[in-house]
């Protein structure tokens, strides 16, 4: 699986658009770019992913580069309750196991 | 929305007890997992079961750890002789294809 990097942190004011970047330089053309977040110590919550498109579902959309270098993961109207880690993986989805990274810790403010 | 159960939500434990910790996944699934996360550090990945096996196993899943899916609806992760390194949060999660939807974790605590 390709190695992702995204920033540490990152902060967001309520209401705002919240957008976390991520790059995957050395993502292969079958991986997808797959998102999860985590709210302090519950388990690990699915938003979305994408091969090539752009994607959008009702928690976010997901916005990845032409040449699938890069993503960004856009909630479109941050609340305190995505106050969380953020999780940018590439992943071939065979059913393997799921790598974690340190991921991006968003909060939001009031 | 179906969605992952984890049973207890706490556990404390002496060191040296067994423990069972146990899941039930969304009911159509047919890959099952188990994670851990020590607190304050990343979630890893500990062991996937398919068609009644175990796929992958990771370096931390040794012969103190079992997983087992004894009837439809449950899979369950023992572990035979608790140390005090494994007080950590386990999270189960389960996939139909690819995306795995993960549980909200049992809280282990070895004293």
């Known amino acids: 699986d390709a190695k992702t990097t995204q920033p540490t942190s990152m902060d967001c004011a309520e209401g705002r658009a919240a957008n976390l970047p991520c790059n995957h330089s050395?993502?292969?053309?079958?991986?997808?770019v797959y998102w999860y977040r985590q709210i302090h110590s519950q388990g690990p919550q699915y938003i979305i992913h994408g091969l090539k498109n752009n994607e959008t579902n009702e928690m976010a959309s997901l916005i990845i580069t032409e040449d699938r270098k890069s993503s960004t993961l856009i909630l479109p109207h941050a609340t305190l309750r995505d106050t969380a880690v953020y999780y940018c993986i590439a992943w071939k989805t065979s059913y393997d196991k799921v790598i974690f990274g340190p991921g991006t810790s968003l909060s939001v403010i009031p | 929305e179906p969605e992952v159960t984890q049973t207890p939500s706490h556990q404390v434990t002496q060191m040296g007890q067994e423990v069972i910790l146990r899941c039930v996944p969304i009911?159509?699934?047919?890959?099952f997992y188990w994670y851990r996360q020590i607190l304050g550090q990343k979630v890893e990945f500990l062991v996937s079961f398919y068609n009644n096996e175990i796929s992958e196993k990771s370096e931390i899943f040794d012969d103190q750890f079992s997983v087992e899916r004894p009837d439809g609806s449950n899979f369950t992760l023992k572990i035979r002789s608790t140390k005090l390194e494994d007080s950590a949060m386990y999270f189960c999660?389960?996939?139909?294809?690819?995306?795995?939807?993960f549980g909200p974790g049992t809280r282990l605590l070895v004293l």
């Open positions: 999660a389960s996939s139909f294809r690819e995306t795995q939807y």
């Open positions: 050395t993502i292969s053309g079958n991986e997808y």
């Open positions: 009911s159509n699934h047919l890959y």
